[in-house]
Each structure stands twice: as C-alpha cells, then as structure tokens.
C-alpha cells in the first residue's frame, strides 16, 4: 500500500508541474511558480504525513522530506507576497501551512 501512495504521490507531482488542473489547487491559469510550489509542497505533506514504520522508511522519507520541504516556509511567503492581488493564487496557497521547517 505504502509504493501505492508513493507512485500516486509522485505521478500527482508532475501532473501538478506540467500545469495540469487535475488538482483543486493547480487551476488552469494559475501562475507558474505558483503550480511549481504547489506540486513541491504537496509532495513534502505527503512525506510528512507518512509512518516511518522501521528505520529505513524513516530514513527514506527523512531524505524525501528534506528534498520537498526545504525552503517551502519562506517560498509560500514570498508567493503570498508577490500573488497579493491574484485571489486564485491566494487560494492556492491559502491551506497550506506557513511553518513546518
């Protein structure tokens, strides 16, 4: 079940990065580096989510989460500070939360 969500969670990722608006938060329209974040940080809760059931899935998604999350805090404020006016874009970013680093 655990390669299950990994490979859904990886194919969501690029879906999400091609623009595709197959999630709620990645509309058609929506600025680039907004879908970027999205499809990063969405990958990174994943990972965060996930049980480290021994020390090799702890390790493994220690890695994962190191490589999604890293910089997520200060990227979702910038994205907020730059998309101000763009209420989609604000929506987007709207659930995810400002600190987790």
């Known amino acids: ?3 299950v969500r990994l490979l859904s969670g990886i194919v ?3 879906i999400f990065a091609t623009g595709c608006s197959a999630h709620p938060r990645a509309a058609a329209g929506m600025p680039a580096d907004v879908r ?3 499809a990063k940080r969405t990958q990174c809760d994943h990972f965060r989510g996930e049980e480290p059931y021994d020390a090799a899935r ?3 998604l220690d890695r994962r989460m ?10 979702l404020a910038r994205l907020k500070r730059i998309h ?5 874009a604000l929506r987007a970013l709207a659930g995810f939360d400002a600190r987790i680093e």
Do not use: I, K, L
């Not at 101000?84 to 989609?88: G, K, L, N, P, V």
């Open 1 to 3: 079940m655990t390669r």
């Open 12 to 14: 969501a990722a690029a």
């Open 36 to 38: 970027a974040f999205v």
């Open 58 to 60: 702890a390790a493994e």
């Open 66 to 75: 190191r490589a999604t999350c890293a910089g997520t805090d200060a990227a």
């Open 84 to 88: 101000h006016r763009d209420r989609s």
